[in-house]
């Protein structure tokens, strides 16, 4: 048994061994000539993006993209958490596959800018963003908007109950009545959590309320959405645009959605979906400017009205607003560089509080 | 029992163990060492060890928490599922209880439901409004509170309902390979029905039930999806629920120690089962009268059957039939009543979805060649492990089973980091999908195999060798065949597992190789809403079953079927 101890123990120590030296004169390579180490994955005249988003909703943007640019874009659909795992992960090997990444929130965006793997660039399109919108110096551009609203069950919710403000929720008559993503496992819940926590005179004590409300959480925010429509909890806190196209599936089925949006005073929190050029000196010309070309599509007018069609808010000045959303809708903006400041105080808070008894 | 102490084994297959060893070196220890790397925190950036990550998982109560409630889970799942599965193996393969076909085809059944899906299912029965607290709660006021599916024990009733068919599956090709020549001479020499069962057949089976039952502890250790679903409504985290935490803030090193300690865990299991087996060696030759009298059950044989059969209607029937309700379902949430009916899912899915298609078509193609090379690799490795005398043959053993302790999404990962640099650059392409599909199956064709080979005296071969047979020879007419079972349900347990697997495809797949999975997923957090994504497992319950369907018309092995009494 010993013998075996002892073996296991330097069999692990000479792989460590190996393994660190590699590491080490490998490292000294990297950081004297870190972009030629990464190789380019692409082939020229083609270029890859990594998009989260509805599936219809890529293959129009791709179409609409190729239909001027011809055959040259590959599109590697995912959701918000793979697409950021994913790439953090071909980060962390040093070799990012993807030219442009597309979806997910602003927190992931700073944080892979910090990580260097974002290249700069600002469309000559910018100049018609919102001006709220023009943020990370070119390293990603905010390019549509999602709302964070209460969803709620119109068969179980009274008219007269329908909540006005996120305040309401944390009154008496929402208990066990509720259901919110957890900020531990999506990034988009994350996101919710500190625009909630941002306004300003509630912080912690608001969603503490909300765990005394008996708070459900869930892993994903379409899980939430899915438990209002099964009637298993009565409302939740989530992205507006997913139940947007729920409630547009129903009506295409010919009954009447059971998902309904309420739109609190205070204001919807606007969590953008940025976009981003990885960084890659070893990009050839032609796929470079296919990158800012197709940067320039998703932000150009033709682009967004794609995008709208799917239930996200335009972050153009001259576009109008998704079919389903009131006219005067109030966004309550986020400040990011805070929130991922924050970030691991907010997980902490939010894991403190949702684990307490 | 105990025969046979400190014999020689047979000499195996030294010719194959190299290229056995350097594949399993290369696919599968490769990216775990990949993985501890980074867990140290060397990577790209910083290339200085660092038990960091160890040290502030370690002493992190969240994790102690969470560690606590794995183990917990775990062995609950483990004994539920053994005693259910096992127990209906011993009605199924000794007993003469009627429609023992109907039974393992409903087993079958409930192992092909994904387990979201069955997770899904569970909710609408035991969630706070579902059918059975409205049942047993509202209306007749039987229990005095009403049972909370999100809860730990909530977590292992699922998993135990999903995993339970992998021991089943597991205890009845060994029951019917086993000798039962043993237990009759029990019962001629004066025992009882009873005492023949708990001293003859129970320790016999003990090898193949602790090989099936590590399986399932170290499977549930890895769970994620259903840990995420029913535990984390009311914050119940399990490791599993905090690596993929861990990964969600981009946290790479963190997720890396986390899942090292879950694995340490599970070596801990490991050593304590082959801790469990050494001294204890069974004689189980497999004579020719295989054909022995099924225990007859007598008057009980009907309530029986009726027992087993509402027991698995609660376990299998009411969940599939909920999930092809709701795949018929006009939306998510709508009382099943006809005007809220519609096939249009099914049109959806086919219909504007052109990947539909080839993701099905993908999946199947992988899951037969990932299937395929697991279980002759598998085979290979338990043989390697239980036959022969080669050093270091129980650390092959583990090495070749880590991958089932780490959730799917780790796995990934570690592939990623493993195969994305030159000159090992297989990432992007599909090659790598299939790389790790193997990986992630090669536990179960390692195991299943593995209870068998423990539970047979190397005797048959070793008389086979000196009456002057070749190696080849004995493996192929005397070790084979006793170990074609395990084999066969290696390999259905790795084709499922492919067909239904989320994690890896989604991380893993690149364009053109979408798989059901991606399908699965993007239906999921997209537009179609939980009514689509049931139609999508209702198509892969059907083709499995068609596919199981024809290999038991076209494949069924000759002898088997005059061994098999139904």
């Not at chain 2, 057949?201 to 170290?218: A, C, D, E, H, R």
């Not at chain 2, 192929?476 to 084999?487: A, E, F, H, N, V």
């Not at chain 2, 999975?517 to 892969?540: F, H, K, P, Q």
Request: charged share 15%; glycine share 8%.
């Amino acid at each position: 048994m010993k013998k075996k101890v002892i073996s296991i123990v330097s069999i692990v120590l000479v792989c460590v061994f190996l393994f660190s030296g590699c590491g080490g004169s490998a490292t000294t390579g990297v950081q004297e000539e870190k972009e030629e180490v990464q190789a380019y994955a692409g082939k020229e005249g083609r270029i890859t993006a990594y998009i989260s988003g509805p599936d219809q909703m890529l293959k129009d943007i791709e179409e609409g993209f190729e239909e001027t640019h011809g055959d040259v874009l590959d599109v590697l659909a995912m959701g918000c958490g793979p697409l950021a795992q994913k790439v953090n992960a071909e980060a962390e090997a040093g070799n990012v596959q993807a030219d442009v990444i597309w979806g997910a929130e602003p927190i992931v965006y700073i944080e892979f800018q910090s990580k260097g793997i974002l290249q700069q660039y600002v469309s000559p399109e910018a100049e018609a963003l919102k001006k709220e919108y023009v943020v990370g110096d070119g390293f990603y551009t905010l390019c549509n908007a999602r709302y964070g609203v209460i969803v709620y069950n119109r068969e179980r919710v009274a008219d007269s109950e329908v909540p006005v403000s996120w305040q309401q929720l944390a009154g008496e008559n929402w208990k066990n009545r509720l259901a919110i993503a957890d900020a531990g496992q999506s990034a988009m819940a994350l996101a919710l959590v500190a625009g909630l926590v941002q306004m300003e005179e509630r912080g912690w004590s608001y969603l503490q309320a909300l765990k005394d409300n008996g708070v459900m959480l869930t892993q994903q925010n379409n899980q939430a959405i899915e438990k209002v429509a099964s009637g298993e909890v009565d409302a939740a806190i989530a992205p507006h645009d997913g139940v947007l196209r729920l409630i547009k599936k129903d009506k295409k089925a010919g009954i009447e959605s059971k998902l309904a949006i309420a739109w609190p005073k205070e204001g919807a929190l606007s969590v953008q979906r940025p976009i981003a050029i990885v960084a890659n000196k070893s990009r050839p010309e032609i796929n470079n400017e296919l990158c800012h070309e197709f940067v320039d599509f998703v932000i150009s007018p033709a682009g967004q009205k794609i995008a709208a069609k799917y239930g996200f808010i335009s972050v153009r000045n001259d576009q109008s607003l998704p079919d389903g959303v009131p006219k005067d809708v109030k966004g309550v903006s986020i400040d990011w560089n805070n929130a991922v400041k924050e970030a691991g105080e907010l997980r902490n808070e939010f894991d403190r509080i949702m684990t307490s008894k | 029992m105990k025969l046979r102490k400190g014999k020689e084994r047979s000499q195996g297959p030294l010719f194959i163990s190299g290229p056995v060893i350097l594949i399993v070196l290369g696919l599968v220890l490769y990216p775990l060492l990949m993985l501890f790397l980074f867990s140290l925190g060397i990577n790209l950036h910083d290339p200085n060890i660092t038990g960091a990550y160890y040290l502030q998982a370690l002493s992190d109560i969240k994790t102690m928490v969470a560690l606590k409630n794995t183990l917990y889970v775990a062995g609950g799942v483990t004994a539920v599922a053994i005693l259910l599965g096992g127990g209906l193996a011993w009605l199924v393969a000794r007993t003469d209880i009627p429609h023992k076909r109907l039974i393992e085809i409903i087993v079958f059944l409930t192992f092909t439901i994904p387990s979201y899906i069955l997770a899904v299912a569970w909710i609408q029965l035991l969630g706070r409004n579902g059918f059975i607290n409205r049942l047993l709660y509202e209306k007749w006021q039987f229990i005095a509170e009403p049972l909370d599916i999100y809860s730990l024990e909530g977590i292992i009733l699922v998993m135990a309902l999903h995993s339970f068919p992998l021991v089943f599956m597991a205890l009845v090709s060994a029951l019917k390979m086993n000798d039962k020549t043993l237990e009759m001479a029990a019962r001629l020499a004066g025992a009882s029905r009873m005492k023949a069962l708990f001293t003859v057949t129970l320790p016999l089976m003990l090898p193949n039930i602790l090989s099936v039952g590590l399986l399932v502890f170290q499977q549930t250790m890895a769970c994620f999806g259903v840990a995420a679903v029913i535990g984390l409504p009311t914050s119940n985290y399990v490791l599993t629920t905090r690596i993929y935490s861990a990964m969600s803030r981009l946290d790479l090193p963190s997720a890396a120690s986390t899942s090292m300690i879950l694995l340490l865990c599970s070596g801990v299991v490991f050593c304590l089962y082959n801790y469990s087996l050494r001294s204890k060696r069974y004689i189980n030759i497999n004579s020719q009268s295989r054909k022995a009298e099924p225990v007859s059950l007598g008057s009980w044989k009907m309530p029986m059957f009726i027992g087993v059969f509402l027991l698995l209607s609660v376990t299998t029937i009411i969940p599939l039939g909920s999930v092809v309700a709701t795949s018929f379902l006009k939306s998510w949430g709508l009382s099943l009543r006809f005007e809220n009916m519609t096939i249009n899912n099914y049109l959806t899915i086919f219909g504007g979805q052109t990947i539909a298609f080839r993701a099905f078509f993908n999946s199947i193609t992988f899951a037969f060649i990932a299937a395929t090379v697991t279980a002759i690799i598998g085979t290979i490795i338990s043989y390697l492990s239980t036959r022969t005398t080669i050093k270091g043959r129980k650390y092959l053993e583990f090495v070749a089973t880590w991958p089932l302790t780490v959730p799917g999404t780790v796995l990934a990962v570690a592939a990623v980091l493993a195969w994305i640099n030159a000159p090992l650059r297989i990432y992007g392409t599909p090659w790598i999908l299939l790389i790790t599909y193997i990986v992630a199956c090669l536990p179960f064709g390692v195991r299943n195999i593995n209870g068998l080979l423990q539970g047979m005296d190397p005797l048959l071969e070793d008389a086979a060798r000196v009456s002057g047979a070749s190696w080849l020879r004995t493996f192929k007419d005397i070790t084979l065949p006793l170990i074609t079972p395990g084999i066969k349900a290696g390999w259905i347990t790795a084709f499922l597992l492919v067909l239904r697997e989320i994690p890896i495809s989604i991380l893993l797949y690149s364009a053109g190789a979408e798989t059901i999975g991606v399908l699965l997923y993007s239906m999921r957090s997209d537009t179609g809403g939980l009514e689509t994504v049931s139609a999508v497992a209702v198509i892969l319950i059907v083709l499995i079953v068609a596919g199981n369907v024809l290999i038991g018309k076209f494949g069924k092995p000759r002898k088997e079927a005059t061994n098999d009494p139904s």
